[in-house]
């Protein structure tokens, strides 16, 4: 497994990986590269479908996102008949993976099928970093505070964001609360979690107060040091840790044709990875 430094503020490229066949060694090593580095780009010659969820079934448990009989784990992302540019509805908005959900998501994973000849970028921002550059009186005023998430736009979304599609069924009032500061479940880490995307109130606290501290947290981590982005290639895998990472789609025409149709293969994971599990978390991890 090779290993080399994306472009841009951070995310790394993995090369040389066959993710149907590899070691628990090898795995460890690609956790850690995603713990350090938030972004994870595997170059693949290309996978089927059944390839794909087991080297995702690796990394965790899938979360149903489809009506596939066969992988129901495996979420298709695709404009041939979507205009997201004129729609405005979608992931072409900051947010973080299940944040709406008790359970939220640990990794989320996309396999580029086919791609378009230009645009369809993911941009990411790294909460971590973000959280680590506030003031320590700031992160004593928020280390303990708990946020209200529910699906729809949040109180802190940046204008031009995207209203999120829910769920078929999904109660719109149903609300679940997470840490403003979470502690990384696998590596110790403090960040920033969730601050837009589902974020609506900020428990025991005015919603005029909370919505300036979640828009101030937002204007903060958005800021370019601390934000990249990255054009999805044909037979790419890219993956990346949600508990440190705030991401959103770019807005993408309707496809007219094979040169610009894309198709991306979604997987969400929650839950610890099983190899870190069997081996109670011993892992080399340098933070």
Not at 81 to 104: C, I, M, P, Y
Not at 123 to 138: E, H, I, Q, R, S
Request: charged residues 20%; aromatic residues 6%.
């Amino acid at each position: 497994m090779q290993i080399t430094r994306l472009d841009g503020n951070f995310g790394s490229c993995v090369e040389n990986l066959h993710v149907a066949e590899f070691n628990d060694d090898t795995l460890l090593e690609l956790l850690t590269c995603l713990y350090e580095s938030h972004v994870v780009v595997i170059k693949t010659p290309g996978i089927t479908k059944g390839e794909y969820r087991d080297f995702a079934c690796r990394l965790g448990e899938p979360i149903q996102l489809s009506k596939d009989g066969a992988f129901p784990e495996i979420a298709h992302i695709t404009n041939r008949e979507t205009n997201s540019k004129k729609s405005r509805l979608g992931a072409a908005h900051w947010h973080t993976d299940q944040s709406f959900r008790k359970t939220v998501s640990s990794i989320t994973m996309l396999y580029s099928v086919t791609t378009p000849s230009h645009g369809g970028e993911t941009k990411f921002c790294n909460m971590a970093a973000a959280y680590d550059a506030l003031p320590v009186a700031t992160k004593t005023d928020i280390d303990s505070l708990s946020v209200a998430h529910r699906h729809g736009i949040s109180i802190s979304a940046p204008q031009g964001d995207h209203k999120p599609i829910p769920p078929p069924g999904w109660d719109p009032t149903y609300t679940v609360y997470h840490p403003l500061v979470r502690t990384h479940p696998e590596t110790g880490r403090k960040t920033l979690y969730a601050v837009t995307g589902t974020a609506q109130g900020v428990q025991g606290m005015a919603q005029s107060d909370a919505a300036a501290l979640l828009i101030r947290l937002r204007k903060h981590a958005l800021q370019d040091c601390f934000t990249t982005s990255y054009r999805h290639q044909l037979h790419d895998i890219v993956m990346w840790d949600n508990p440190t990472v705030l991401h959103s789609a770019t807005a993408i025409s309707q496809a007219t044709g094979s040169q610009d149709l894309r198709l991306l293969w979604r997987i969400s994971l929650k839950g610890t990875p099983p190899v870190l599990a069997a081996k109670h978390q011993g892992i080399a991890l340098n933070y």
